[in-house]
């Protein structure tokens, strides 16, 4: 008698690159998304797969799944994610109270109304603590935002973008200090944080673009424009 050959095991990925629209997989996705939560992972490809699928087979929607696929791809900012996301999630959907709470937490980051998004996001705790991580990222998100346009910050804007105070951000100014390059100056009222520098707060570091077209891709062009 023939020993029954064991079955085949795929990824998650695999799995959505051979047949994204296979509602078999449906279920793994949706273990797939809790992982990234526990793992503090991130696969948006995967999530966009399992939003497409609800959309076929909406009896089979699940609140919870798709809250935390837009509360990670919040996370993600200031990637598209969250806008992808959400053209996927049917309207009747999106009138539901948590995601018209997301919906708002997402415009005031994408406006960068970082006090408006903490003071909201307080109210929040049960629908974004599920998520691992989720403050940590946003604070990024706000640094990143500071960092196009500012060079220095006073301590107080910064406190406020990030929602951190006292001797915490002490803590987080020294982590800086140490591992992205910031510098701590003395002003008037406080302390100014001056911010690494990028191609954005000093323009002068920007390539030109011409500098950055090797010669022989230059001389390829010349016979054609001749």
């Known amino acids: 008698m023939e ?50 699928l609800y959309q076929f087979e909406p009896e089979r929607l699940s609140v919870q799944i ?15 994610d ?3 996301c959400l053209f996927l999630i049917p309207e009747h959907v999106q009138m539901e109270e948590q995601f018209k709470t997301l919906i708002v937490l997402s415009h005031y980051l994408e406006t960068a ?53 006292g001797l915490a951000l002490d803590k987080f100014l020294e982590y800086h200090v140490a591992n992205s390059g910031w510098v701590i100056e003395k ?9 690494s520098r990028n191609e954005f707060n000093h323009p002068e570091l920007k390539k030109n673009t011409a500098e950055t077209v090797p010669f022989e891709h230059v001389t390829r062009i010349f016979p054609v424009l001749s």
Not at 9 to 23: G, I
Not at 66 to 80: H, T
């Open 187 to 195: 002003g008037a009222h406080s302390q100014i944080i001056v911010l």
């Open 3 to 52: 020993s029954e050959q064991p079955a085949e095991s795929y990824t998650v990925e695999e799995l959505v690159a051979v047949n994204p629209y296979n509602p078999d997989i449906l279920s793994d996705l949706e273990g797939f998304v809790n992982e990234q939560v526990s793992n503090q992972t991130y696969n948006l490809d995967a999530n966009l797969s399992l939003l497409r």
């Open 113 to 165: 109304r970082f006090r408006q998004f903490w003071d909201e996001a307080s109210k929040n705790h049960s629908i974004l603590d599920v998520v691992p991580g989720f403050e940590q990222a946003i604070q990024m998100y706000a640094i990143h935002v500071l960092s196009l346009t500012y060079q220095k910050v006073p301590r107080p804007v910064l406190a406020e973008a990030i929602n951190i105070e």
């Open 66 to 80: 798709v809250s935390r696929i837009l509360i990670k791809a919040l996370m993600a900012m200031p990637g598209p």
């Open 82 to 84: 969250f806008s992808l």
